[in-house]
Structures are given as C-alpha cells and as structure tokens.
C-alpha cells in the first residue's frame, strides 16, 4: 500500500485559494492513479478530481470544474489539488486517495472503492 499525508488545508475567505499537497511513501506512487474526495459535515465523500498516473488525463466533479485542479509530480510522489474561487459549500475534510491498481494510461477511477490507500484529510473552511 501507498502511505498518504496531505497538507495545505485552512480557513479562506470566500473567493480565495488554497493548494493542497498530498505526499506519498512507498515506490508505486507513479503507477497509480490518484483522487481527491471530500467530506463535509454529516454528508458522504464525494469525488472532487482524479488523474491518471502519468499527469495528463483528470477529471473532475461538476461542481468544481473550472475552480480546481488536479496534477501530479512524479518525481516528487505528490498530488496537487489547486482550490480557486472557493465558496462556503467547498467547506470539508479533503482526502486524497490511491488507486487500489495499477492501470493503463485511460484508467481514472472516480469512486471510492476503487481507490485503497487513503490520507488522514486536511480541512478546508470558506467562510463567507
């Protein structure tokens, strides 16, 4: 299994930015694809964005298209999530998560059974 640790989380005013970072142990970072996944307050995880092993195929929840993105530096074992025009609903404990396999370049899981290594969240606050 991969080790995850996040970091970057914080309180942010509505229409700020925040970068998180998620580092991992272990050799098999670069062929997993990678997600981020949220948690709000009495609600279920919820995929936010994932990308492939190799940095250039993501995708992302609708509701965060065009505020976030995702990337990955191979060299460094770490996953990036760039916050943008953040609002109060983006309010949640980010984890981020690695695939339970490797895959081919066109694999980007997208629910959380598909991932099996999990960081221990970074929290986020918007107020407004």
């Known amino acids: 299994q991969v080790q995850l640790v996040e970091s970057g989380g914080g309180l942010v005013q509505a229409g700020g930015s925040l970068s998180l970072s998620c580092t991992a142990s272990?050799?098999?970072?670069?062929?997993?694809?990678m997600g981020w996944f949220r948690q709000a307050l009495g609600k279920e995880r919820e995929f936010v964005a994932a990308?492939?092993?190799?940095?250039?195929?993501?995708y992302y929840a609708d509701s965060v298209k065009g505020r976030f993105t995702i990337s990955r530096d191979n060299a460094k074992n770490t996953v990036y999530l760039q916050i943008n025009s953040l609002k109060p609903e983006d309010t949640a404990v980010y984890y981020c998560?690695?695939?339970?396999?490797?895959?081919?370049?066109?694999?980007?899981?997208?629910?959380?059974?598909?991932?099996?290594?999990w960081g221990q969240g970074t929290q986020v606050t918007v107020s407004s």
């Open positions: 998560a690695a695939s339970r396999s490797d895959g081919h370049r066109w694999y980007v899981p997208r629910t959380p059974v598909d991932f099996g290594s």
């Open positions: 272990g050799r098999t970072f670069s062929t997993k694809a």
């Open positions: 990308v492939n092993w190799s940095g250039d195929i993501t």
